[in-house]
């Protein structure tokens, strides 16, 4: 038992990052709403850039600004840092875009809701 | 200078793209001839490269002059080369054929951001194929992403704006899968250099085999959503059959295929074939293809309109490509990557006389194409040719490509898939069949209709006759095509 | 939205954020920030000005055409330093083999082309963050 | 009986990969496959080699600055993409053909 507490204090921001995931899986799957649907995307985006920096840190670690006067400090792995910039850039963009989406099809169907949308179109393919 | 044409290629793709919206007068006609002439300058200097790799071999290509651990880094060899050469030779037919269906499509306003999506679109698939380095494909295909929603979404239709909106969702998702999938292998490999990131793993696979195991899950899940294979094809035919059709051409016959590229790079590249064989990968793949092949020729025979079937279409020949894939077998892989080629020509020849059909004469509705073939004998001829080939008559590339997948499949001693491939291809000849049948020999339903060549604009006749032609050529001649593909696939297997 | 005290208070933290904006990207090699941050802070000047005025009034202070023009000319600037390292560097985007001037370590004016990339960046993304929220705001407006 | 249903396969999902994840190297250790050469160096050389402190900075204009051009074309495209959905229907609203 307390190895698991151990192992689960040493992994706790991976599991915390997959419990973001499924959340936000989670919201995509159930919710008809597209504006939800977005917000669980964002949700898993988020877990993913929480699980990538997460790999990056060091126990005592400092920001990797290299400090020239004191060589002797230990600095985090800046690579995933780094990397998790570009995913952010790219989810805002994800994000502005399928919003417009949404936006069109607001004012084309009158709802921001999938069920609801469908169903209309089914209408007009039986008539 | 020769080592630079594969980037300065690819450079000259987006500093195009960025130039046209700051075009001022006649927008349209100048996006038009400048995407041209670019792409045909950029097909003959990546013929020079491949040519050139051919002579002096294989090389990569550092930014920044790094070392390979450190920067990114191109890998230009007989596939990548000879991937790219296919993918710009292939659009600028499509282009070609754009210019003068496009117009009927979208908006005149709309023409020239049209052009710079597809430049886009192209930018980041020839960089998929050339990179090595897995951060780098995730960046270049999260633009595909977007570049292949935008061009479905350019045509300002409702259902277009939902097919968009659901293809973005899923795509989103699996490039979420695939960047929890690097984050676990960075983690225990502390590359992103596919050759280092090989290298590492291949010595410590033991210690973490549940890594290995969930990231290869993640990546082939992400991968498998994009690639349309069968039970996560769900967003492919609204996507498909909405978009206008030179963007129906493109995502069916390239953007799909890059994925399978990308499949092909993480499994041989990143992981290494003994490591995918001992987790038991293959085995589902199988499954999953041989599924694909099957349902989706299932879904194709009930549609009604043109292009909503050839994107069920497209689902079951993804199943080939993947079925020759799992078998791991030099022969195996080497089929899947041809079929890649030959399905690739075959779409683009049916979407383009299924456009041609829509801009001729507005008819999308199977039921209406009786006679079809005496009022616009040339489309349907093409037409003909890739169908003939999608169900695997001899002398079509369709059929060189079922045979070299019959002969993986026997040499792999797995007769039964044997079975789905000839199944699957009865079933191809039950959706296509009909419809040439009724187009040549059934009688116009309008009186007064005379046997002559249709009137088409000449850019779209151009690119239909090349189509039909290389098609063709590619049947009588498979080894043009066989010939760098089992180069390609030694290169994976070494 | 027109309400007085919004406007005069956005007045006096406008300019405060569009200098710290500058700062972040300027100093960006060599302590915390860089073009993605500055760029966004300067966006967010941007959007307030939005917001506590009228969407109107900024989109006259900066209109589409400007934002084209930066978002094609940040791509260029960054192709074109990449471009000078083939002729000199003998490969694409070199920064010490290109020739650019590297310096002292923390001085401002170092680094070789970091800082001109960090800069480009800075502005795109500014312009990038702008042109989104006066697109979608003024589909709204629409309505 | 639908949500039902996508909660009890997720709660698998989350316990499957909760437990393979405890498997996994420790959160911030030193020891980590992933703090490896290449970390150390760009910790050690963006300062000589690069000029920069910021080592993030170094890394994303620098040793992966090709990265970062495909990041900005995200920019650009999503703002292409972002046009080509709302700017085309405001100008051109009596095209719209509902069928």
């Known amino acids: ?127 | ?494 | 939205m027109d309400d007085l005290i919004v406007k005069v208070i956005s007045r006096i933290v406008i300019p405060f954020m569009i200098v710290y904006g500058i700062y972040i990207i300027l100093f960006g090699h060599i302590s915390p920030g860089g073009g993605f941050s500055g760029g966004a802070i300067l966006g967010a000047a941007m959007v307030l000005y939005t917001l506590s005025f009228s969407a109107d009034v900024a989109m006259k202070k900066f209109p589409h055409s400007v934002s084209m023009k930066l978002e094609s000319g940040g791509i260029w600037l960054y192709i074109f330093i990449g471009l000078i390292g083939i002729f000199t560097a003998d490969s694409f985007l070199s920064n010490q083999q290109g020739g650019f001037y590297i310096g002292n370590a923390g001085d401002l004016i170092s680094a070789g082309m970091i800082p001109i990339l960090t800069v480009g960046i800075g502005i795109k993304v500014a312009s990038t963050m702008i042109t989104l929220f006066h697109t979608i705001i003024e589909e709204e407006g629409h309505e | 009986m639908k949500k039902g249903l996508f909660i009890f396969v997720l709660t698998l999902l989350f316990i499957i990969l909760s437990y393979s994840v405890m498997q996994m190297p420790a959160l911030g250790s030193v020891d980590n496959p992933a703090y490896n050469a290449t970390t150390r160096y760009y910790l050690d050389n963006s300062t000589t080699e690069a000029g920069a402190q910021n080592v993030i900075a170094a890394i994303i204009t620098d040793y992966r600055a090709f990265d970062t051009l495909g990041e900005t074309t995200v920019l650009f495209t999503s703002i292409a993409a972002v046009l080509s959905v709302l700017a085309s229907l405001g100008h051109h609203k009596k095209e719209e053909n509902h069928g």
């Open chain 2, 1 to 494: 200078m020769i080592k630079h044409i594969p980037v300065l290629v690819q450079v000259s793709l987006l500093a195009l793209a960025v130039l046209l919206p700051l075009l001022k007068k006649n927008k349209a006609a100048k996006s038009k001839l400048l995407t041209i002439l670019l792409l045909a300058v950029s097909v003959a200097f990546l013929l020079i490269s491949l040519i050139d790799v051919q002579q002096n071999g294989a090389f990569v290509y550092n930014f920044g002059n790094y070392e390979s651990f450190i920067g990114i880094q191109y890998s230009i060899n007989a596939f990548s080369t000879f991937m790219s050469f296919f993918v710009i030779t292939l659009a600028l037919i499509i282009m070609i054929f754009s210019t003068k269906d496009i117009d009927h499509e979208i908006a005149q306003s709309s023409i020239s951001q049209y052009y710079t999506l597809v430049l886009i679109l192209l930018f980041s698939m020839v960089g998929m194929i050339y990179t090595n380095d897995l951060f780098n494909m995730y960046v270049f295909m999260e633009i595909l992403s977007l570049t292949s929603c935008a061009i479905i979404s350019i045509k300002s239709k409702k259902e277009n704006y939902l097919a968009a909106l659901r293809y973005l969702v899923l795509n989103t998702i699996g490039s979420l899968s695939v960047l929890f999938g690097i984050a676990l292998l960075y983690m225990v490999s502390g590359h992103l250099n596919m050759t280092m990131m090989n290298q590492s793993i291949s010595m410590i696979w033991q210690l973490y085999p549940t890594n290995i195991l969930i990231a290869s899950g993640f990546m082939l899940t992400g991968f498998a959503i994009k690639a349309a294979v069968f039970p996560l094809h769900i967003w492919l035919p609204d996507a498909h059959s909405n978009a206008p059709t030179p963007s129906s051409a493109l995502l069916s016959s390239l953007v799909v295929k890059i994925y399978v590229f990308a499949v092909y790079k993480l499994l041989f590249d990143v992981l290494g074939r003994n490591i995918i064989i001992s987790l038991g990968i293959p085995t589902v793949i199988t499954v999953f293809a041989a599924a694909g092949m099957l349902f989706g020729s299932i879904f194709a025979i009930g549609q009604k309109d043109i292009k909503r079937m050839l994107a069920y279409s497209s689902v079951a020949q993804i199943g080939y490509i993947f079925l020759g894939l799992s078998l791991m077998t030099e022969a195996g892989l080497a089929a899947g990557l041809f079929h890649v080629v030959s399905h690739g020509l075959m779409k683009t020849a049916l979407f383009l006389s299924a456009g041609s059909i829509i801009y001729y004469r507005n008819k999308r509705d199977i039921r209406d194409l009786d006679g079809i073939g005496i009022e616009m004998p040339v489309t349907m001829v093409v037409f003909a040719i890739a169908a003939l080939g999608m169900i695997g008559i001899p002398g079509t590339n369709g059929f060189m490509s079922k045979l070299y997948l019959s002969f993986a499949v026997l040499g792999a001693g797995q007769p039964l898939l044997l079975g789905v491939i000839l199944l699957s291809s009865y079933l191809n000849a039950v959706y296509y069949l009909p419809i040439i049948i009724s187009a040549f020999l059934k009688e116009p339903k309008s009186k007064n209709v005379t046997m002559q060549v249709e009137v088409l604009p000449f850019p779209m006749l151009f690119s239909l006759i090349t189509i039909g032609f290389l098609c063709l050529l590619t049947g009588f001649y498979p080894t043009l095509v066989m010939n760098f593909i089992t180069q390609a696939v030694n290169l994976f297997l070494s």
């Open chain 1, 1 to 127: 038992m307390n190895d698991f507490l151990i192992d689960l204090a040493n992994h706790i921001n991976y599991i915390a990052a997959i419990a973001l995931f499924v959340i936000g899986l989670y919201t995509v799957l159930t919710h008809s709403n597209l504006l939800k649907k977005v917000i669980g995307i964002n949700i898993m985006e988020t877990a993913v850039f929480l699980f990538f920096v997460s790999i990056g840190f060091v126990n005592n670690g400092n920001s990797p600004i290299i400090d020239l006067g004191d060589l002797g400090k230990i600095y985090i792995n800046p690579v995933p840092s780094s990397l998790i910039l570009t995913g952010i850039v790219v989810a805002v963009s994800i994000t502005a875009y399928s919003l417009s989406l949404i936006i069109r099809l607001y004012q084309a169907y009158g709802t921001m809701d999938l069920d609801e949308i469908l169903a209309m179109r089914s209408e007009v393919n039986h008539d």
